[in-house]
């Protein structure tokens, strides 16, 4: 598949743009204290609402300006791109591994295994993801540990409904049976014949996770329902920009332009994904 994807790659400009704008964003969220021209914390009320370079009343080193508090909007746009990519990264990973084991034993098994975990899933959709989020870190408080929890163990539904119906299929095909013919348990059919078939569409609906995930975390930050009001966030960045839209517009620009910018960037990735994955969709 990797083959295939460079393939696609290749061909296709607006998933090089993409990629390109993932590299660049995964490089700042690694080495944002090494290359972010100040302490996103600072505070400096001397230097509050300082518009970015090219107007009028720029201060010097402060690229995209200050915000209400005088603290470099740029610094605090690097650091809130780690947190952004942690959320996204370890909430799909917790997602996914839940969901794939959920799915690989209610297709495997069938019966009453499938019964329990997919009326289960039937309730986790009746509860839109974002709201039980609300409620969960409402009652829990802000922290990251637990948003990650949260919109991990929400999150779980897709990987397992997609797995299942993978499964589905694959457990009636021959080397299944082989394997079953020369005793193989269920756990070992299911580890050595059955994951390693569903990592494509596992990777493929993994990669839009992400950018739902930093959506989500995004919009809890927004409400204060993140993490800690210390720690810089594209979502509360946001938040304290609302207010000055009209006077310091580049507050919530800015953060606003990085949610967006990053997120398409993972869709378009996820979609060029999906058609390589999906022989009817991509010519190989």
Request: glycine content about 10%.
């Amino acid at each position: 598949m990797l083959t295939t994807t460079l393939r696609a790659l290749r061909r296709n400009h607006a998933a090089k743009a993409a990629v390109g704008v993932i590299a660049l964003v995964v490089f700042v969220g690694l080495f944002a204290p090494l290359i972010a021209p100040h302490d996103p914390n600072l505070q400096n009320l001397g230097l509050k609402l300082r518009p970015p370079f090219w107007m009028d009343g720029s201060e010097p080193g402060y690229l995209l300006g200050t915000d209400k508090l005088g603290r470099d909007v740029l610094s605090r746009i690097m650091y809130g791109t780690r947190v952004s990519l942690l959320v996204g990264l370890a909430a799909t990973l917790l997602s996914g591994v839940v969901g794939a084991a959920v799915g690989v034993v209610a297709g495997y098994y069938r019966g009453w295994r499938e019964q329990v975990f997919m009326r289960l899933a039937d309730v986790q959709l009746a509860f839109p993801s974002i709201l039980l989020a609300l409620a969960i870190i409402a009652v829990l408080g802000p922290s990251l540990l637990f948003l990650i929890l949260v919109l991990g163990l929400t999150g779980w539904v897709s990987y397992a409904r997609v797995v299942r119906a993978e499964v589905l299929s694959l457990r009636e095909r021959e080397f299944v049976t082989a394997a079953r013919a020369i005793g193989d348990s269920g756990p070992q059919i299911m580890v050595r014949h059955l994951v390693p078939n569903i990592v494509a569409p596992l990777a493929t609906i993994g990669t839009l996770q992400v950018a739902a995930m930093i959506v989500a975390e995004a919009s809890l930050s927004y409400l204060g329902l993140g993490v800690p009001p210390s720690v810089p966030t594209w979502g509360s960045m946001l938040a304290d920009g609302q207010l000055y839209l009209r006077s310091a517009w580049w507050i919530a620009v800015f953060s606003g332009a990085a949610i967006m910018m990053t997120t398409l960037a993972i869709n378009v990735t996820g979609d060029l994904l999906r058609d390589v994955a999906d022989p009817k969709a991509y010519n190989r």
